[in-house]
């Protein structure tokens, strides 16, 4: 079983950007449940606004944060200009190795990131694990059912 969105209801990936809220997982942008942070914009725009931030391999082409499109009736963002594939994890790998990036802010950055793929992971187990519970509680049940039964026939025989 896949965890979801409580407020979109999609499946949540590892790779989505997350917030816990009253104990339950929320796309932090339903939108754009695989872009970048408000952080992790903030930290491109003010330490990689003069250098290459991504890399698109279908086309070969290297890119500024503001060379990168964007579909604004689609919601994705961090587009290669030429074929419009996504890049944002392009984007967010050169974050997370950028040598302009302060290494205090660069492992903050990281570990936030891993949190939230932790939180993820472990509500996934939690979910699956939930799920085998509740099937052999259903299993349970039935196998119970199908004793009264054949003690109710028994007993209808018998008289």
């Known amino acids: 079983m896949q965890v979801r969105c409580s407020t979109c209801s999609r499946p949540i990936a590892v790779t989505d950007v997350v917030q816990s809220s009253g104990g339950s997982l929320s796309h932090l942008d339903c939108a754009r449940a695989h872009g970048l942070t408000p952080e992790e914009r903030a930290l491109l725009f003010v330490y990689c606004s003069n ?30 200009p030429r ?45 699956d694990r939930s799920h085998v519970l509740f099937r052999e509680a259903e299993a349970h049940l039935f196998e119970r059912q199908q004793a009264l039964r054949l003690a109710m026939r028994r007993r209808a025989g018998n008289q």
């Open 51 to 80: 250098h290459l931030v991504a890399r698109c391999h279908s086309c070969g082409l290297d890119f500024h944060m503001t060379e990168l499109a964007a579909d604004p009736l689609g919601g994705a963002t961090n587009l290669c």
């Open 83 to 127: 074929c419009r594939k996504d890049l944002t994890e392009s984007v967010r790998g050169h974050l997370y190795s950028c040598v302009t990036l302060p290494s205090e802010m660069k492992q903050r950055t990281q570990e936030v990131r891993e949190a939230a793929q932790l939180l993820i992971k472990r509500s996934q187990e939690l979910s």
